[in-house]
Every structure is written in structure tokens, then in C-alpha cells.
């Protein structure tokens, strides 16, 4: 008997193929075999939404392999992953093998497994079902609606709004809501408030905190003291008064655990507790699913990682309660088993929750066959499992009042704590939070009413002021977006990456903080095609898509009630003027391009000509800050108002900041703000000669440099000595690549600007040498680098150090490492997607073109002509499709 199993995985198919046998062969699809073209009319709307496919050359390849196979077997069993896209390859695969005319009297089934383990395998095997047909509209809607924005969307962005990129669907609202929290930031003003905290002990001697709770009769909030003279009275009145407790109120409380992990809460704790980022975290994720060695066996670790339910099979419910009952003691073990339920909006198919496969594999065990960033997510996941099926904390929370008289103001006080009286689930784990508080580790001491308490030591009075709320944390912005029943849980990851790599949105000390270009796309994304990025709006076509699934909508449907109010949006935008667009984006972006002064003045009037007006511009790189006057006037300077705060109120009238004087030359030291940044000035130069400048280095801020950074700038290049072995002089400078040290024409990269100041004699020689070796092992083939593994086709994949970054090397093909894929972390499976795109779009260095053989014979003037200019014309047109194609594919991701 032969049966043909497909999965996505060379790294699954290998494993499964030993868990079923000899009568089984389980090829890899390697993922999805078919694609949308990146060009127009790959879905047309005109034709009831007709979706073109295509296969490229290696999917082609596999195809062909697996064509073969199905061919002469008894039974092709589809066997990819467990959600949406899962059924899609299973769905691609079989569409394809159909039009190869393979699949004649075959039975089709389609079986499903949570993890990779052998039962699990075995089991699913058992309870084969049909292709869910709902599954597979859902992904069509999902896929024909992400092309048909991108694609329409997009050119609009690239006509009207030039150094845009793309604009999409989902990534578009995501966008947005950074955005918004940064107007928040921006718009905040702070309030005023103090605090009273009076050290109090008890007639034991025992000390603890209170806090003023209320005065003359009422109540005090956290903001109620809103200044110093206030404070100053309270906080004498106190200290002029007798203190006695009034009443102590102890009250019984429990605290329930969490449920185990789903994608989103998954990728928000390891953020908090390991500070990986989401992309990271799903790519250490996949490789616990796909499994390590146990026993000369591969099995895996954790069951299926992309997931928003929140349910655990029975068994693993019955396995994990007694390993709590062996581990903790029976006190730990509920009465009967925690059942959880989805509070996300859009959860969609009944998926189980991101747990172990075993839970007898215990953390400490399993982490000498892991890696530190694997083992540290397994036993996060394994604490959580455990956790959520143990018996609740319990806690007392204590209030006491206290009253202060004597002082002919009645004033009350009051301290609170919280005592765990039994720890429950919190012996195995304890969630962490963004807003870590204290109250739970503050013991009160023992008191009753009417005891006599004295204080120690003055009441301190301390000034506060409100905060902005804070920048998203990508773990922040997923759950975010998880309330709103945005996205997916495989597209999460996904959408911050399309951000960061459009470079819409930037980390600053872990935090999303939009780009200029970002603020831009969306404020005019808001004037133009508001419904798109409206947060409701996405929603509900999420719900769409989940009824899709559920069999409740037709799909097409749901398309063709889109298009027609899409289309109806991007008509009215083709008479579009640029000068409309301006207007739009200086009206909403206003407080940002435009900071008020400190002196009240119009912020829009030009520095330099004192009669234009400031307005945002387009250009060729991207958009900047412009004077109306132009070309008389040539004032510009980037968005935003960055170089005196956050405000731009410590720059000067013109624009420029002065930080002091060059003690050498006692010429003025400003900071400016020019079209590709903030850089620094050394006087003004005499006549014809330029003034020495030097730009901000990457990663500093304009609006803390000081004299003395700016000094060290402008000091560069700076000598480090002379060469050992040459005699000749090594410096140390930041130029366009970053900071480096040169010697005698050779270069070699420092780690960072401020190394460029402090850099040895031992450590440049050290680097330029490094450097010099590199270059020379680079002469007779790449340096030496990982082995990830071996291609379909043949021949290893390696992995190597590059001077633009990371590369993988497969033969004749160097791929570079997208962004946020990190070398070490590279799975065989990425690898050969990487390559195979590469070689795909001619990965191989084409060979030098040879001279010709001998001259031409000579022509006449008229005869030259006439070829050149008739080559012209289509030359042109290549040209130019190739430009068009390039953005295309762009819009399309």
C-alpha cells in the first residue's frame, strides 16, 4: 500500500515519515506553491473576482515531484497545518494536481494534528475529513481583499504623496494606531498634583506607610492636591495632629490564573519577561513545534504556536493536573478542571491553546537539547500550562483608617496591603504586567481600632505631574489590535515587520515610534480614505471573513459590496491636486510641522525671509518643510521641530540652536536643522568657504546634544596614532556607512559612534587587520560560515557575515537576510525560501560581458541614426515596465 502524505515542512515530513512507515511517503510543499502575481488583473473584479495564480520554478519543481508521487498511490492524504492558511496549501496542492490530471480514483483526505508527536500523528491519521471549503473562501476573501487595496491603494500613495511606499489593509490601521497614540503624546498636558505620605508606627514599633485619603469632609483623589500651597497646609495640619486608627477592615480575596497561551499572549509575555520581539518570538516558537531529538526520535515540544484558542485537550488537562498533584501537593489541584473561554472579538476556529506536548518534559530537562532563547520560551509556555489549571491564590487585602485631630482641620489618612495567604497557582507562575506594582508585597502590621499611632519623622511632600500615556510596545500594539479584532494571529508579526521594513515606524528603547513618512501616509490615508482606516470598519470585515468560515457569508458577496465603495473612493481621488493634498496634510499635521513658538509668534512664517510662509513640500526623497518664496527664498528643514525639544522651542528665530562657543576659535557652535537632518556648524564661514559641519550620527538626539558632543563632532576625523608596521596614520570618523578607523586606503567598521572618540591604538590596529583578513579570504570564496542545512535540489545552504549585512549562500546564489531575520536564528526552512526568491529574480552574478571581437565597419551618418533612434522607443518601455513592476510587488506584501 502506498499512501502520499503532503506537509508544509522537509523538517515535519522527515518526522512524520518515521512515525507512519514504510507504507507512507510524506513530501514537503514548502509551504505555499502558489501565489498571486505581482502585477494588475491577478484579481479581476470584472470577472467575479477571478483569482490568477502562478507557480514559480521551484514550487513548480516540487509539484512536479509530488505529481509523480500521487500518481501511482492509493490515497493522497493533505496533511499541512492546522488553521486558515493550512487548508489553503492543502487547497493550492490539490487544485494543481487536479489540472495535472494525477488524481483519478485516489480518495482526497484532509487530517489536521495540534502537535508533532507520534500519538498525535497516529490519531489524526484515524479521523480523516474532507477539504473545509469555508476555511478556503475565508483565505481567498482575505488574499483578494489585501491584493485589491494594495494594488489600488498603493498608486495612488506613489502619484500623490511621493516617498510613500505601500498602504495595506491591515498594516494601514496598525499604522494608524500609532500614530494616534503619538497625537495623544503630543497633545498631552500635563496637570499638577502632590502627594502626602506620612511614615507611621504602632504602639509595637512597627512602621508602615499612609496616604491623606480625605480632609474638611471630603474625599482626596490621587489629583486633588493640585498645588504647592495646598500640600504645604495639609501636610502641617498632620504634622500638628494626634494620630489614632479608626477602623481595620480585612477582607478575603482570590486571584484566578491565566489562561495558557495564545499567539497574541504569547508574543506580549515573552516581550515582557524576555524581551523578544514578536517575529522573534514566532520564529523560536516554530522550532519547539517542529521538535527536537528524544531518543534517536524528533518530536515536538509545544502544539501548533498560531492560534486564538485558549482550550487544552482532556488529556493534557488530566496530565497536567497530576503532575501538579505529584509536584505541589494535592491543596494545589482544583476540585475540578479549569475551563476557559476566547474574550477576542474575532476568534476563529476552535484551536487548541499553546501548551507542551508532554508536560512531564519539565523545563530543566528539556533545556540541555535547546538553545537559551529556546529553552527560556518553553518553560515560559510550561509554567503557564501548569499554572492555569492550579488552585486559585488567596490574598487578605487590609485597609486601615486612620484619623488625624488636634489641628482644628479633621483629616484621614489611609493605609492598604495585600497578604497572600496561600500562594496557589502563584508557586508556578505569576503574569507579568506592564504596571508592575508593589501592593502585593506590602505586609501591614498588626492594628486595631482606637490605637495610638505616632509618626515618624516629617510628612513628605512630594510634586508630581501627570504623563502622557506611552509609546506601544509591539507586545502593546498586538493586544491592542487583538481588542479591536485587528488582524490575525499569524499576521501580527507579520504587520509590525511590513512597518519597520517600509520604515514607517522605528524602535526607540523598545517602543513604536512613528516616522515622518509614517505620519505622513496616514494623515492622508484620514483625509482621503478615512473608512479604510477606520478601526470599526477593519473589524467588521474581519467578523466578515470569520462568518466566511463559519459557512454564514458568501464570499464574493462580501467582495463585491467592498469594491464597489473602494472603487467609488480611489475615483474621486483622480483629479486630485498636489496642492489639495498639502493643504490636507499641513491642516492635520499642523501642531508637528509647525511647533508653536515660546514667544506666541506664527509658527509658519519663514526664519530666513521673514515674509513666506512655511509649508510642507514633495520632493524627489520624501517630503520636508519648505518657504513659499521659493526660489528666492531656499529656507527648508525636515518635519517636526526636533532640534530644541520636542516643541522646537529652544531653537532660535531662524531655526538654528546656538550651544556655545569653540573655545579655540570662539566662533558660535549651532545646531541646524538641514533636509537630510540635524547637523552641527562651526561659525559662518568666510566668504566662498564653506563652515565646517558634521551630521548627527545615527541613534543621536538633536534634541540632547550639548557644547561638548557637538564639539567632538566637529573635531573628527580624529587621529588614533601611527601604524606599528607602516608608521603611517590610523583616524577614526563616521561617514555615510557609520563609524570606522582607516589606514593607508583600508577601512574597517566600529561598533558604534562613540567608540570613534575613544578607540585604541590596539583595538584599530586590531580591526583593520580583521578587516584586511576577511577581504582576503573573500578573494578566494565567501569566509567560512554556519551550515544550515541542505537544499531540495542539492548542495549546502550556509549562512555568513556580510558587508551590507548577513547573507545566505546557496551555490552561485548570495541572498541577503530580510530585515528582522537574525542569522543565527535562521531555520532551514527560511533559508531556502530566501535563496530560492533570489534565484528566482537571478540571484547568480551575471558574466562580465565580453568586448567584441573586432570594430564594426565604418557607417554613415545617416545610417547610424536611423538604428539608434528606431532601438530607442522599446529600449524605453523596458525600462520603464520594469519600474512599474518593481513598486508593484512592493504594494502586494
Not at 65 to 80: N, S
Not at 223 to 228: F, M, N, R, T, Y
Not at 625 to 635: A, I, L, M, R
Not at 827 to 856: F, H, N, Q, W, Y
Request: net charge positive; charged share 30%.
Amino acid at each position: 500500500m502506498n499512501n502520499v502524505v503532503i506537509v508544509e515542512s522537509p523538517a515535519k515530513a522527515k518526522t512524520i515519515n518515521k512515525y507512519l512507515g514504510p507504507d507512507y511517503e510524506v513530501l514537503a510543499s514548502y509551504g505555499h506553491v502558489r501565489d498571486l502575481p505581482a502585477k494588475d488583473g491577478s484579481v479581476d473584479p470584472d470577472a467575479d473576482f477571478h483569482m490568477l495564480w502562478e507557480v514559480d520554478g521551484k514550487s513548480a519543481q516540487r509539484l512536479n515531484e509530488i505529481a509523480r508521487a500521487v500518481k501511482g498511490a492509493d490515497k493522497l492524504i493533505l496533511a499541512t497545518d492546522p488553521d486558515r492558511e493550512g487548508e489553503a496549501i492543502s487547497w493550492h496542492v490539490l487544485e494543481v494536481l487536479r489540472a495535472k490530471k494525477v488524481i483519478k480514483d485516489q480518495p482526497v483526505e484532509r487530517v489536521v494534528f495540534n502537535a508533532i508527536t507520534k500519538q498525535a500523528i497516529l490519531d489524526a491519521m484515524k479521523k480523516p475529513r474532507e477539504i473545509d471549503v469555508g476555511l478556503v473562501d475565508a483565505y481567498l476573501a482575505r488574499r483578494a481583499l489585501d491584493y485589491l487595496v494594495g494594488f489600488n491603494l498603493s498608486p495612488v500613495l506613489w502619484r500623490k504623496l511621493p516617498g510613500a511606499r505601500s498602504a495595506g489593509r491591515v498594516q494601514s490601521v496598525a499604522l494608524r494606531l500609532v500614530c494616534d497614540r503619538e497625537i495623544e503624546i503630543e497633545r498631552f498636558l500635563p496637570r499638577e498634583y502632590w502627594s502626602l505620605i506620612a511614615q507611621l508606627s504602632t504602639p509595637k514599633g512597627e512602621t508602615f506607610e499612609a496616604r491623606i485619603s480625605a480632609a474638611d469632609g471630603k474625599k482626596i483623589g490621587r489629583l486633588d492636591i493640585a498645588d504647592g500651597a495646598t500640600a504645604a497646609a495639609l501636610k502641617s495640619a498632620i504634622e500638628a495632629s494626634d494620630l489614632k486608627v479608626s477602623n481595620v477592615e480585612a477582607k478575603p480575596g482570590r486571584r484566578n490564573p491565566a489562561p495558557p497561551f495564545t499567539t497574541s499572549t504569547l508574543q506580549q509575555e515573552a516581550s515582557r519577561k524576555l524581551g523578544l520581539a514578536p517575529n522573534r518570538t514566532m520564529q523560536i516558537a516554530q522550532r519547539l513545534y517542529e521538535g527536537v531529538d528524544i531518543g534517536g526520535e524528533t518530536t515536538g515540544l509545544i502544539t501548533y504556536m498560531r492560534t486564538d484558542g485558549v482550550d487544552m485537550d482532556p488529556s493534557a488537562v488530566t496530565a497536567v493536573r497530576a503532575l501538579i498533584g505529584a509536584d505541589y501537593g494535592a491543596r494545589y489541584v482544583p476540585g475540578s478542571p479549569r475551563k476557559y473561554t476566547v474574550k477576542a472579538k474575532n476568534a476563529q476556529e476552535a484551536h487548541e491553546a499553546i501548551r507542551p506536548t508532554d508536560p512531564q518534559r519539565t523545563p530543566r530537562e528539556m533545556a540541555r537539547r535547546l538553545d537559551d532563547d529556546q529553552a527560556k520560551l518553553y518553560e515560559l509556555i510550561w509554567k503557564r500550562t501548569v499554572a492555569s489549571q492550579m488552585e486559585s491564590a488567596e490574598v487578605e487585602r487590609t485597609t486601615v483608617d486612620i484619623l488625624a485631630t488636634g489641628s482644628g482641620r479633621p483629616i484621614e489618612l489611609r493605609a492598604t496591603g495585600t497578604v497572600v495567604t496561600f500562594d496557589g497557582f502563584l508557586a508556578a507562575y505569576q503574569e507579568g504586567r506592564d504596571d508592575e506594582e508593589d501592593e502585593e508585597a506590602r505586609r501591614l502590621p498588626a492594628m486595631a481600632a482606637n490605637d495610638a499611632l505616632k509618626r515618624v519623622g516629617p510628612v513628605a511632600s512630594t510634586q508630581h505631574f501627570t504623563e502622557p500615556p506611552p509609546r506601544y510596545t509591539e507586545a502593546a500594539l498586538v493586544k491592542r489590535m487583538e481588542e479591536l479584532g485587528i488582524g490575525r494571529p499569524s499576521t501580527y508579526a507579520a504587520t509590525l515587520g511590513v512597518l519597520r521594513d517600509r520604515e514607517y515606524v522605528k524602535l526607540d528603547k523598545k517602543r513604536l515610534v512613528p516616522d515622518d513618512k509614517g505620519r505622513l501616509v496616514t494623515a492622508f490615508l484620514e483625509s482621503f480614505f478615512d473608512r479604510y482606516v477606520e478601526y470599526d470598519f477593519t473589524a467588521d470585515l474581519e467578523g466578515q471573513l470569520d462568518k466566511i468560515s463559519n459557512h454564514e457569508l458568501d464570499w464574493k458577496e462580501v467582495l463585491r459590496a467592498f469594491w464597489k465603495e473602494f472603487t467609488s473612493a480611489i475615483d474621486a481621488t483622480k483629479e486630485l491636486r498636489v496642492t489639495q493634498v498639502l493643504d490636507a496634510l499641513n491642516e492635520i499635521l499642523g501642531p508637528y510641522i509647525f511647533p508653536a513658538k515660546a514667544d506666541g509668534g506664527d509658527p509658519r512664517v519663514c526664519p530666513t525671509c521673514g515674509t513666506g510662509k512655511l509649508s510642507l513640500k514633495l520632493g524627489k526623497f520624501g517630503s520636508f518643510v519648505g518657504c513659499s518664496n521659493y526660489p528666492e527664498c531656499k529656507f527648508t528643514r525636515p518635519l517636526g521641530g526636533e532640534l530644541g525639544g520636542e516643541d522646537g522651542s529652544a531653537a532660535g528665530p531662524d531655526g538654528v540652536k546656538v550651544l556655545g562657543k569653540d573655545p579655540e576659535t570662539d566662533l558660535d557652535v549651532t545646531l541646524r536643522a538641514g533636509r537630510f537632518g540635524p547637523y552641527v556648524q562651526l561659525g559662518e564661514g568666510a566668504e566662498k568657504e564653506k563652515p565646517k559641519r558634521s551630521s548627527l550620527p545615527k541613534g543621536w538626539s538633536a534634541a540632547e546634544l550639548d557644547l561638548q558632543g557637538a564639539l567632538k563632532l566637529l573635531s573628527l576625523p580624529r587621529l588614533v596614532g601611527l601604524h606599528p608596521e607602516s608608521g603611517k596614520p590610523i583616524e577614526a570618523n563616521i561617514g555615510r556607512y557609520g563609524p570606522y578607523v582607516s589606514h593607508d586606503g583600508s577601512y574597517a567598521n566600529l561598533d558604534s559612534p562613540e567608540e570613534v572618540f575613544t578607540v585604541g591604538l590596539n583595538r584599530a590596529v586590531t580591526v583593520i587587520a580583521e578587516k584586511k583578513e576577511k577581504r582576503g579570504a573573500g578573494r578566494g570564496g565567501a569566509v567560512a560560515g554556519r551550515t544550515v542545512g541542505d537544499h531540495p535540489d542539492g548542495g549546502a545552504i550556509t549562512v555568513h557575515a556580510g558587508r551590507y549585512g548577513p547573507y545566505a549562500k546557496h551555490g552561485k546564489v548570495n541572498a541577503t537576510l530580510p530585515k528582522g531575520v537574525e542569522a543565527d536564528a535562521l531555520t532551514l526552512e527560511e533559508a531556502i525560501k530566501i535563496v530560492d526568491a533570489r534565484a528566482a529574480m537571478g540571484g547568480s552574478k551575471k558574466p562580465a560581458r565580453k568586448a567584441p571581437a573586432k570594430k564594426p565597419a565604418a557607417k554613415s551618418a545617416s545610417a547610424k541614426a536611423a538604428p539608434k533612434t528606431a532601438a530607442k522607443t522599446p529600449a524605453a518601455k523596458k525600462t520603464a515596465a520594469k519600474k512599474t513592476a518593481k513598486p508593484a510587488s512592493k504594494a502586494a506584501e
